[in-house]
């Protein structure tokens, strides 16, 4: 066989791991985004006030999915190198 190569199911379990990142963190972003949307609708969109918490949360909603992302595959990462 081939020695330091992945299995079919290695990589099988690759891909649902990234795919669980990216989904579980497209749901992170839209929660964190939804949170600092509604007081901007609340004080309107078009003053500088909702401006700022519309930018705050693209801001905010980006880097909690990256973060997830990243959170996601390091632990993966670490499960397989133990063997589980």
Request: charged share 25%; hydrophobic share 55%.
């Amino acid at each position: 066989m081939d020695r330091g190569r992945e299995s079919r199911w290695e990589k099988d379990a690759m891909t649902v791991e990234i795919m669980f990142a990216l989904m579980t963190a497209a749901a992170l972003a839209a929660v964190v985004f939804g949170v600092l949307l509604v007081p901007a609708l609340g004080i309107g969109v078009s003053t500088p006030e909702g401006k700022s918490l519309l930018a705050t949360g693209t801001v905010l909603a980006a880097a909690a999915a990256v973060w997830r992302v990243v959170r996601v595959l390091r632990r993966f990462d670490a499960q397989r190198r133990m063997g589980r």
